[in-house]
């Protein structure tokens, strides 16, 4: 029975995973390299407008330039990413599919899920197939359409969808090119599910008898499958601005809480532009409707997934001199999440303020606008940013190899993270 109303499903799998990628007519990088310059390196004595700070912080800056940029004999600096082109070759699926790898079966639809990367279409197969298999606990809706007529997909996770219990929030792919984060926010996803349902007393059971649960990985699905399409390191959405050859709002810094458009990011063309008014993004204007406009739900928790840096976020972003009034719990959570994910790979997480990362600091007005204070203003207390693997040695290209590995590494952070909220005071290091 379950087997024939899959069916479809899995047709629909197969047929996408043949749609050959259009390769040869992606975005070459072969002119670019990746450089890691060490100390507070200040971008602006670069000799070009055209670089991409993929990475700051106090240690290193990372950023993508052309390699024909004369560099200053006296920066220390290292080469990250040398072959751009061949960094995002690792990332797709292997280009033999088509053969064995194409047909997926019932059985191996779990498994081989997370062997590769996938794209918009067979993701939101999946999100289907997911409601399929466990419809007394998954839904699947869409919250409105994007600039490029993409559904905006998010699953509600209940064992009891009528009780209006403490909801905690799960996001990924805000920013198109961090493939990991949405790989991971649907492997927590699928665990969660899948071991609530595999053992009659369970730490899941416990969850879900406290909290209900949406996920939402692909924020951003127009930045998403343009990455699939056309350019690998696309990291906005694909809205017009003002200046019609450059696309794109960062959604992440387009919510309304501290949202100012100043001279850091008022520039269609740079990556952090954040709009001309709050909530210009649609994306954000559809999750502000969804989570806060006449919706009684009580929203306790957040996680909007990263990459990269390995890092542990709490608010605020958009200045250092503001500290939250669960200052010490949220450190605290945090502290309990990097071990967490010590115990479980060894990997190191630094627990740091969000305004540290976004520069904000440094340069007043980075950050401003960010769903992380956003949602922490809205009163979800437990509001955190985790920013995955690596430490830049692929950087935003980390292989699918690794699906797995940050899978459960951020599993592990997922349950010590639910764990803590249900009772934060029993929760012991
Ligand atoms: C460059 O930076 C690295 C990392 O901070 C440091 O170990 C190294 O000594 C520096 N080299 C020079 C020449 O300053
Ligand atoms: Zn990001």
């Not at 007393?201 to 930045?223: A, C, M, S, T």
């Not at 998403?224 to 810094?253: A, F, H, V």
């Not at 999750?287 to 890092?311: R, T």
Request: with cysteine; proline share 4%; charged share 25%.
């Amino acid at each position: 029975m379950v087997r024939i109303l899959l069916f479809p499903f899995i047709w629909c799998m197969a047929r996408a995973a043949f749609v050959s990628r259009r390769r040869d007519e992606m975005k070459d990088y072969s002119n670019y390299v990746v450089y890691r310059f060490y100390d507070k390196f200040d971008t602006l004595q670069l000799p070009t407008t055209d670089h991409d700070v993929w990475s700051v912080n106090e240690q290193f800056t990372d950023v993508k330039l052309p390699k024909n940029v004369k560099l200053d004999a006296h920066w220390n600096y290292t080469v990250l990413i040398k072959d751009l082109n061949n960094a995002i070759r690792e990332t797709y699926p292997m280009e033999s599919m088509g053969d064995e790898s194409s047909i997926f079966s019932l059985s191996d639809l779990d498994e081989s899920f997370f062997n590769g990367y996938k794209d918009l279409k067979t993701i939101y197969l999946w999100f289907d197939y997911l409601h399929s298999t466990f419809p007394d606990l998954v839904s699947v809706q869409s919250i409105g359409r994007t600039h490029e007529g993409n559904d905006l997909k998010i699953l509600k996770i209940s064992n009891n969808p009528k009780e209006n219990k403490k909801t905690i929030v799960v996001t990924g792919g805000i920013h198109a090119r961090e493939w990991i984060t949405v790989s991971t926010a649907c492997y927590v996803m699928q665990q969660l599910l899948h071991n609530y349902k595999d053992h009659v007393r369970n730490v899941e059971r416990h969850f879900l008898e406290k909290f209900n649960y949406v996920f939402i990985p692909v924020i951003n699905p127009d930045g998403y499958s343009y990455t699939w399409e056309t350019d690998r390191l696309w990291r906005k959405n694909r809205q017009d601005t003002y200046i019609s050859s450059c696309k794109g709002i960062d959604i992440e810094t387009s919510f309304n809480y501290k949202w100012s458009n100043n001279k850091v990011n008022s520039f269609p063309c740079d990556e952090n532009y954040n709009g001309e008014h709050a909530f210009h993004a649609i994306e954000s204007q559809l999750i502000n409707s969804f989570l806060f406009e006449n919706s009684p739900v009580k929203y306790h928790g957040f996680l909007d997934f990263h990459s990269y840096s390995q890092e542990i976020l709490y608010p605020y972003t958009f200045s250092c001199d503001t500290t939250p009034n669960n200052y010490e719990n949220l450190v605290e959570v945090s502290f309990g999440i990097s071990k967490s994910i010590k115990q479980t790979s060894g990997k190191v997480y630094d627990v740091i303020a969000a305004c540290k990362d976004a520069g904000s600091d440094l340069t007043p007005g980075m950050g401003a606008g960010s769903i992380l204070d956003y949602m922490y203003h809205n009163e979800v207390q437990w509001s955190l940013q985790l920013k995955l693997r690596d430490t830049g040695n692929h950087g935003f290209l980390l292989p699918s190899k690794f699906i797995k590995p940050v899978g459960n590494e951020m599993y592990n952070a997922f349950r010590y993270y639910c764990e803590f909220l249900v009772d934060p005071e029993l929760t012991v290091n």
